[in-house]
Antibody
Framework: EVQLVESGGGLVQPGGSLRLSCAAS????????MHWVRQAPGKGLVWVSR????????NDADSVKGRFTISRDNAKNTLYLQMNSLRAEDTAVYYC??????????WGRGTLVTVSS | DIVMTQSPDSLAVSLGERATINCKSS????????????LGWYQQKPGQPPKLLIY???TRESGVPDRFSGSGSGTDFTLTISSLQAEDVAVYYC?????????FGQGTKLEIK
């Protein structure tokens, strides 16, 4: 089965760090661009970051630039999001998504990150 | 950044009736090199991830009922549900993937009248 499964979310204090993971299965992970998209409670979808298939090229939203780093380990079929200097406004469900066959056609179920003291 | 603006913010439609959601981008999302509009439509139900309905503005994703259709080009796009079913109650988002940041519209909440 083709799927993405996020993990690593939880409660963290403002200024803290967290690393999210997204495990891919059922497809050749190393062939596909990957993204992180987040959704604050009761709010809309916000694109966060993307990484190309070999991990060389990345792009980030201005709101996370310099604080979040997207990366991937193609040998482990895993996407990461290292989140530093976390703020209350980073509280959200974080989804990983892929352009599997079509743009943004494959999504994980998300992992909740709560930034609070 | 490309700003995506959806209208209306919420919509109540009777079962079996047509529902229309509009999406406007602040600049064209049409790639002239391949003549494709880099625009997708998603459906999100509570507690679930977004589900791709339409890509390249008008191509229906596999498995999506044919009552869903997308149209438009350049900066103006429409998602139409031809005959609303109870299971279509959800929030709908458009998204441009023409240039980063890949911005979403604010969402349209669709309910049954």
């Amino acid at each position: 089965e083709v799927q993405l499964v996020e993990s690593g979310g939880g409660l963290v204090q403002p200024g803290g760090s967290l690393r999210l993971s997204c495990a891919a299965s059922g497809f050749t992970f190393s062939n596909h661009w990957m993204h992180w998209v987040r959704q604050a409670p009761g709010k809309g979808l916000v694109w966060v970051s993307r990484i190309n298939s070999d991990g060389i090229s990345t792009n980030d939203a201005d709101s996370v630039k310099g604080r979040f780093t997207i990366s991937r380990d193609n040998a482990k079929n895993t996407l990461y999001l290292q989140m530093n200097s976390l703020r209350a406004e980073d509280t959200a469900v974080y989804y990983c998504a892929s352009t599997y066959l079509r743009p943004f056609d494959l999504w994980g179920r998300g992992t909740l990150v709560t930034v609070s003291s | 950044d490309i700003v995506m603006t959806q209208s209306p913010d919420s919509l109540a439609v009777s079962l079996g009736e047509r529902a229309t959601i509009n999406c406007k981008s602040s600049q064209s999302v049409l790639y002239s090199s391949n003549n494709k509009n880099n625009l997708g439509w998603y459906q999100q139900k509570p507690g679930q991830p977004p589900k791709l309905l339409i890509y390249w503005a008008s191509t229906r994703e596999s498995g999506v009922p044919d009552r869903f259709s997308g149209s438009g080009s350049g900066t103006d796009f429409t998602l139409t549900i031809s005959s609303l079913q109870a299971e279509d109650v959800a929030v709908y988002y458009c998204q441009q993937y023409y240039s980063t940041p890949y911005t979403f519209g604010q969402g349209t909440k669709l309910e049954i009248k």
